[in-house]
């Protein structure tokens, strides 16, 4: 069955570091996008694509980047972490919506960075 | 993006029938109205979407007024694995910003 995937599930890093968050998914989508979760924020948006080589800024992007090689990949990139980015990511696809409206989002299982 | 607002938190009993309403006062004339679903440590899930009057499926209705600035969503006789957070949504394009949701509580 066609899947989206997220990896690492886990992740414990250094401030300063750079880390890496790799979201797969097979259903050929073109739209992908990358959320971040935190208590009382709920799910904001950090950066989406709407296609091989395209990027766009979401709500909270500074500090991230991403980059849209092939369809199937979206990696997200912090180059160099902070304490404040420790958070629960989500990373999501969707085709675009047909007769109108938005398409339906489908999500990974989310990446738990931790930045210490 | 036009902006919603639902309750924060809500509590019904098993085998009830529970609407969550949401205010989306600014709404476009190409926006739909969506709702997700998300559970704890799981992303969320797409239940329902409308443009206007009434949408059912096999898990919820919504319901969209004339004037579209609200909209509610309806679960018929809810479960305990109903518990979880409820977001309402409203975009034109595939740019899709999440609000705060509504946390729904499900007692025995």
């Known amino acids: 069955d066609a899947e989206i995937t997220q990896s690492p599930r886990h992740k414990i890093t250094e401030t300063g570091r750079q880390v890496t968050l790799a979201c797969h998914q097979t259903w050929n989508h073109n739209n992908m996008f990358w959320y971040r979760q935190d208590l009382g924020h709920g799910l904001r948006l950090i950066h989406y694509?709407?296609?091989?080589?395209?990027?766009n800024k979401g709500e909270v992007s500074d500090g991230y980047s991403v980059s849209r090689s092939n369809t199937e990949d979206l990696p997200l990139t912090l180059e160099s972490a902070a304490s404040s980015q420790t958070s629960v990511y989500f990373c999501?696809?969707?085709?675009?919506?047909?007769?109108?409206?938005?398409?339906?989002?489908?999500f990974g299982e989310g990446s738990r960075l931790t930045v210490l | 993006l036009a902006k919603t607002t639902q309750p924060i938190s809500m509590d019904s009993y098993e085998g009830q029938e529970v609407n969550i309403t949401c205010s989306h006062n600014?709404?476009?004339?190409?926006?739909?109205i969506t709702w997700y679903q998300q559970f704890p440590s799981q992303g969320p899930r797409f239940i329902i979407q409308?443009?206007?009057t009434k949408v059912t499926n096999e898990v919820a209705s919504l319901f969209i007024p004339a004037d579209r600035k609200s909209s509610t969503l309806s679960l018929p006789r809810v479960s305990l694995s109903d518990t979880a957070v409820y977001y309402c949504l409203v975009a034109g394009d595939d740019k899709i910003i999440f609000g705060k949701g509504t946390r729904l509580h499900i007692l025995p």
């Open positions: 694509s709407y296609g091989v080589h395209d990027t």
């Open positions: 600014n709404i476009a004339t190409n926006d739909y």
């Open positions: 999501a696809s969707s085709v675009s919506g047909t007769s109108g409206g938005t398409g339906e989002l489908f």
């Open positions: 409308g443009y206007k």
